[in-house]
């Protein structure tokens, strides 16, 4: 079995450098070894891939680079840029992390997961303006501040341009739920409508408020939306692109 693993005189060993008649030269041909093992149903792990599996293992139960590169005798840049392999463990705790510090629902200013102003220590109230066929008032989901009694806008710029970028995602969402889900862009479409009618509304009060409005709207229009709804509306630009192609 061992023929053409190794020089032809030394075909009777399958590994002639180990044992007392072990033979002090020649290397074994690890292609005849990897077929023989294919031969035997016998699965592979070469060299290469063994170090490999152990620099992974070590890392991800260290967590620790430099620990893995010292075990392979390697620099950390080496260890990086050869051995390294993306593990969904951590890439999924990375991305929980990262949402949280996105998320509008865990990042919320004065306990509005929208950006304004609550005024209840005890929980939404429904309003009765607006579609019939509209988000639930909620204390957690961002559509739902804007159809609570209790949800109060906030003059300032930071919140007049949270407030337009939200209402920009929302009508994407609306485009994007017309084909895939009707129901769903009934509901995202009164909170667009809503979003709008409250900006119109706020945009009397005085003009310093309409002036922050229409450099808000300039900023949507040139595609520089507010860090809170960026990363979603970049999102679902993709979405619908990834739709078109397909």
């Known amino acids: 079995m061992a023929e053409g693993i190794h020089p032809r005189e030394f075909g009777h060993l399958l590994f002639p450098?180990?044992?007392?008649?072990?033979?002090?030269?020649?290397?074994?041909?690890?292609?005849?070894l990897r077929k023989l093992f294919a031969s035997g149903g016998v699965g592979w792990l070469g060299p290469r891939k063994f170090r490999r599996t152990k620099g992974n293992f070590i890392s991800r139960?260290?967590?620790?680079?430099?620990?893995?590169?010292?075990?392979?005798?390697n620099s950390v840049d080496t260890f990086q840029q050869s051995y390294k392999e993306p593990d969904t463990e951590v890439a999924k705790r990375e991305w929980s992390s990262f949402m949280a510090t996105i998320d509008p629902a865990t990042t919320q200013v004065?306990?509005?997961?929208?950006g304004?102003?609550?005024?209840?220590?005890?929980?939404?109230?429904?309003?009765?303006?607006?579609?019939?066929?509209?988000?639930?008032?909620?204390?957690?989901?961002?559509a739902?501040?804007?159809?609570?009694?209790?949800?109060?806008?906030?003059?300032?710029?930071?919140?007049?341009?949270?407030?337009?970028?939200?209402?920009?995602?929302?009508?994407?969402?609306?485009?994007?739920f017309a084909t895939r889900n009707p129901a769903d862009a009934s509901l995202s479409g009164s909170t667009s409508e809503r979003i709008q009618s409250r900006i119109k509304q706020f945009e009397t009060r005085n003009a310093e408020v309409k002036s922050w409005i229409?450099?808000?709207?300039?900023?949507?229009?040139?595609?520089?939306?507010?860090?809170?709804?960026?990363f979603l509306i970049r999102m679902i630009v993709l979405g619908k692109g990834a739709d078109a192609s397909n």
């Not at 139960?61 to 005798?73: K, N, P, R």
Request: proline fraction near 4%.
């Open 17 to 32: 450098g180990i044992g007392k008649h072990a033979v002090g030269h020649g290397k074994v041909g690890l292609d005849a």
């Open 110 to 114: 004065n306990g509005a997961a929208a």
């Open 61 to 73: 139960a260290s967590g620790s680079d430099e620990l893995a590169a010292l075990a392979l005798q």
């Open 214 to 230: 229409e450099e808000a709207q300039v900023r949507i229009f040139e595609e520089y939306f507010h860090p809170r709804w960026e």
């Open 144 to 176: 739902g501040c804007w159809f609570c009694d209790f949800f109060a806008m906030i003059e300032s710029f930071d919140f007049v341009w949270a407030a337009l970028s939200q209402l920009h995602l929302e009508r994407l969402k609306d485009s994007l």
């Open 116 to 142: 304004g102003h609550c005024g209840s220590s005890a929980g939404p109230k429904q309003t009765t303006a607006g579609k019939l066929a509209a988000p639930e008032a909620d204390c957690l989901n961002p």
